[in-house]
């Protein structure tokens, strides 16, 4: 049974800190990695996608994958009020498995 | 700009009656689509997976016979849930895998739709 393990949160922050999302995969053999932000009453929007070990960054959103240790993270510098969401981490090719996601808060 | 397009956006429907929900994707082709459930303060179930001119791929535990799947084209799958009961109210989601241009294809996901059964 291949997993997906996220801690649900929530994850409350203050504007203008880091935001720490982690995600923990069991299938040693994923390729494929994504973050997918979820808004209360919406479908989810895909924000990163990594393939290699290491950091990949797009304006705020860095994301880190290790396959040693079978982790993924997303980091959100500059956290906002708009990114109060929940945050689903996904591994897989075309068919995901999705974590429960991370419930975001980030206060003013 | 939006990349798969989901309709309709919500539906009520009384209980025995049908509902079909149509699942496009945007100037691409998507011979695969994925539909999901997702119930209040769940995350997403994978339903079943939609295969252009083939069976849909059903999950373990959903009635394959209630919930009708549809591929009959390279841009349009459709998902029919039939005799609808009160239970089956919840938000359905398509999704597509859309081939960037370093050979990878992450999936976008259409805007949803909201089913409610009186």
């Known amino acids: 049974q291949k997993e997906v393990e996220q801690n649900s949160g929530p994850l409350s922050v203050p504007e203008g800190a880091i935001a720490s999302l982690n995600c923990t995969y069991s299938?040693?053999?994923?390729?494929?990695f994504f973050w997918y932000r979820q808004y209360s009453g919406k479908s989810p929007e895909l924000i990163m996608s990594?393939?290699?070990?290491g950091d990949k960054e797009d304006g705020r959103f860095t994301a880190q994958l290790n396959k040693a240790s079978q982790y993924v993270s997303l980091l959100i510098r500059d956290s906002q009020p708009s990114d109060s969401a929940t945050y689903l981490c996904?591994?897989?090719?075309?068919?995901?498995?999705f974590g429960t996601g991370t419930r975001l808060l980030v206060s003013p | 700009g939006a990349v798969v397009s989901q309709h309709p956006s919500w539906v009520i429907c009384k209980s025995g009656t049908s509902v079909k929900i149509e699942c496009r994707s945007l100037?691409?082709?998507?011979?695969?689509m994925f539909w999901y459930r997702q119930f209040p303060k769940q995350s997403l179930m994978l339903m079943a997976t939609?295969?252009?001119?083939?069976?849909?791929?059903?999950e373990q535990g959903v009635e394959k016979d209630k919930f009708l799947i549809n591929h009959a084209s390279l841009t349009l799958s459709t998902l029919t849930v039939t005799s609808a009961h009160p239970e089956d109210s919840s938000f359905y989601i398509c999704?597509?895998?859309?081939?960037?241009?370093?050979?990878?294809?992450?999936?976008?996901f259409g805007n949803g739709t909201r089913l409610t059964v009186t």
């Open positions: 100037d691409f082709q998507a011979t695969t």
């Open positions: 996904a591994v897989g090719f075309q068919k995901l498995v």
């Open positions: 990594i393939y290699s070990n």
């Open positions: 299938d040693r053999v994923s390729q494929s």
């Open positions: 999704s597509a895998p859309k081939t960037t241009g370093q050979g990878v294809a992450p999936l976008h």
């Open positions: 939609s295969n252009e001119g083939s069976k849909a791929t059903y």
